[in-house]
């Protein structure tokens, strides 16, 4: 790690007894310290009023979703006129989704982030 990014200052707060309880609770659940945790929140605060809106397990699990979206829908436009949909068909709109998917969910991020709703 060089110089510029080691952790060399300190940020705190003091908290009741019932407070901490809380925040260790937590941190335990998570599986990291106390310190740790607090973190990892005050920078995911930082993140958010910078406009980094979404981690990056939010980004995947938002895109699975508007692939499995994009499925859906297609396949659906597809029976609704009563045509078949072959094993082919559902290979190429899984396909088509899988690779559209990390682009869309960032494009609603950023659409949702710039509506003021994240």
Do not use: H
């Not at 060399?8 to 009741?16: A, Q, Y």
């Not at 609704?80 to 949909?85: I, R």
């Amino acid at each position: 790690m060089p110089n510029d990014q080691l952790r060399n200052r300190t940020v705190g707060s003091k908290v009741t007894e019932s407070e901490y309880a809380l925040l260790a609770a937590i941190a335990e659940r998570e599986g990291v310290t106390v310190g740790e945790w607090c973190r990892e929140v005050l920078l995911a605060q930082v993140n958010a009023a910078q406009g980094v809106v979404a981690t990056a397990a939010e980004q995947t699990l938002l895109a699975e979703v508007v692939a499995l979206r994009a499925i859906l829908l297609n396949a659906l436009y597809k029976l609704a006129p009563q045509e078949d949909l072959t094993d082919q068909d559902l290979d190429r709109l899984i396909e088509r989704a899988d690779m559209e998917r990390f682009q869309r969910a960032k494009q609603r991020l950023a659409a949702a982030a710039k509506e003021g709703k994240l």
